[in-house]
């Protein structure tokens, strides 16, 4: 069997004229992203119709949707025009994960997107509206801002996300600590975790690790000890760390 060693060390049974060569280093490397500064007449768009006006010659006529990113400086500057995808008639694959890589390597501070209807109804559907929530939520986490999300056709009139309230409420939602409810488990559901079954009451112990983060302020059921449970233990019927591990054998 092949053992390592470290280079330039010896072995009982490798002489010091044996010794191993030092090995190629890994390359690794170290890759910052430049962007050249922004050119001084970029322009600054600080109006969702600026913004409108600014997208509309790009793709207000295209005959399929297209999805536009801008990037831009922490001066509402445009960095960068970045052309995310081209779909259909009725739709365009929008990927919030190469999105926000796009705004790291281009040193986005803000993001403004837009995209078009060939039909030259800007009216926003179900779908435009959860791809924004998706986006603003990826946003929030890497801390860059959203300014808008415009849609435009083949008119002068355009629809803003943010004129309607709309960038500020899914980042309250994103912002916004979502915690878990009782009433969203359903006692007949046999949930896995290492293959141990909760449903059972050997998979007792593993809920416990699961749930560490929530608070436990409710007693336990089998030893009465205050502060022992969360919400949804209780809910679940599930008894406390030492009760638990007492059933499984693991204290006397």
Not at 139 to 160: E, P
């Amino acid at each position: 069997m092949y053992q390592p060693t470290l280079a330039g060390t010896g072995t009982p049974e490798t002489r010091t004229s044996q010794r191993p060569r030092p090995s190629r280093p890994l390359p690794f490397t170290l890759r910052i992203a430049e962007q050249p500064a922004v050119a001084a007449d970029a322009p600054v768009l600080s109006s969702s119709a600026e913004a409108a006006d600014f997208i509309r010659p790009q793709i207000g006529n295209a005959d399929r949707e297209t999805f536009i990113i801008l990037h831009m400086d922490p001066k509402n500057r445009v960095r960068d025009v970045e052309l995310h995808g081209v779909g259909d008639l009725d739709s365009s694959a929008v990927y919030p994960r190469q999105v926000m890589k796009s705004a790291l390597l281009r040193n986005a501070a803000a993001l403004i997107f837009c995209h078009n209807h060939p039909s030259g109804d800007p009216a926003p559907s179900l779908c435009d509206r959860e791809v924004t929530r998706d986006l603003v939520a990826a946003a929030h986490t890497l801390q860059i801002k959203v300014l808008d999300h415009i849609i435009v056709g083949n008119r002068a009139d355009y629809f803003s996300f943010a004129d309607q309230g709309l960038i500020d409420d899914y980042g309250h939602m994103a912002a916004a600590q979502v915690r878990e409810d009782p009433r969203d488990y359903d006692d007949g559901d046999d949930y896995l975790i290492d293959g141990v079954g909760f449903a059972d009451p050997g998979g007792r112990s593993a809920l416990r690790a699961s749930t560490r983060n929530k608070p436990r302020s409710f007693p336990c059921p089998t030893c009465g000890e205050p502060n022992r449970l969360t919400r949804v233990d209780v809910a679940r019927h599930y008894q406390c760390d030492s009760c638990a591990d007492r059933d499984e054998g693991r204290l006397d």
